[in-house]
């Protein structure tokens, strides 16, 4: 008898027990949180200031179109306090000398990665210092440079970057503002001899073709403002560019100045698994908003 008293009280304090203990990831530290994709794309159009003088002394003014992507994620990591972000950009550049006599042309693409660390000091505003890496190649022509219309560029690099981000409704529309620069710190370049054609480069002349790039001779610099308007899953982002790209070696010089007008769509997307519900209780970790 006294065992099977024991033996009843024992299995009532287990089933008080059971009922009380918590419910498998119902803490929201134990389920992972979720980490959408935000994805904008972008076109953009302005003015655009040429001068190379491996192909000419005279500066050359038109415009500039171009097509960017851009993809931000929290981290995995470290969802609240790192966020990656993807690059890509082509652009295509027209300008005509003051006699309006001649024309140049200049073609580019660039796609770079980088992780920023994030902070929010006060309520909708956030903002983000880190580093990214990325290669830059094009080309600038002008076909009245005779046996020489082409000037080649390439250049991979290391940059700092950072962006403030503040969030806030007018009426009843919900506004994300952001601002972001980015700033080639160290890396490498291309640039041909002064006055040597690449004729002699394909023959096998490439001495002082690769060269240190820091500000000091490679100064390049992105600046963007935007505004995306949060009509619902999608956005519609506005803004505007500012590009500057001074560079000198072996006595060549160029300088590149674009301004450009931001359009575009973005929004936030979540990838979903047959094989992994999603958690009501999962948090969700957004890169920007």
Not at 34 to 56: F, N
Not at 156 to 162: I, Q
Not at 232 to 246: D, E, H, M, P, V
Request: aromatic residues 12%; proline residues 5%; glycine residues 8%.
């Amino acid at each position: 008898m006294k065992r099977l008293i024991f033996l009843s009280i024992a299995l009532a304090i287990a089933a008080i027990c059971h009922s009380q203990a918590p419910a498998p990831f119902a803490s929201g530290d134990s389920i992972k949180p979720l980490r959408p994709v935000t994805s904008a794309y972008m076109l953009e159009l302005g003015s655009s200031s040429m001068a190379d003088s491996y192909l000419s002394p005279i500066t050359y003014r038109g415009w500039n179109a171009a097509f960017a992507y851009e993809r931000m994620q929290a981290m995995r990591f470290n969802p609240d306090n790192w966020v990656m972000q993807l690059n890509a950009r082509v652009q295509l550049d027209r300008g005509r000398n003051e006699a309006d006599n001649a024309t140049m042309w200049r073609i580019d693409g660039a796609l770079s990665w980088g992780m920023l660390n994030r902070w929010k000091p006060v309520a909708n505003l956030t903002i983000a210092l880190g580093g990214s890496t990325g290669i830059y190649a094009g080309c600038l022509y002008n076909p009245r440079n005779g046996n020489n219309p082409a000037s080649a560029k390439f250049a991979w690099t290391v940059n700092l970057t950072a962006f403030a981000a503040y969030n806030l409704t007018i009426g009843r529309l919900p506004i994300t503002l952001r601002y972001q620069p980015e700033l080639p710190l160290a890396g490498v370049f291309f640039s041909p001899q002064y006055d040597e054609l690449y004729y002699e480069i394909y023959l096998g002349n490439h001495d002082g073709l690769v060269h240190f790039a820091w500000p000091g001779n490679r100064f390049a610099m992105s600046n963007l403002v935007t505004a995306d308007l949060h009509f619902g899953a999608t956005s519609l982002r506005i803004g505007y560019r500012g590009y500057a790209l001074s560079s000198k070696a072996n006595n060549l010089v160029t300088n590149i100045f674009n301004h450009s007008l931001v359009i575009g769509i973005t929004g936030e997307w979540i990838s979903l698994s047959r094989r992994h519900q999603l958690s009501r209780d999962a948090r969700i970790i957004s890169a920007i908003y």
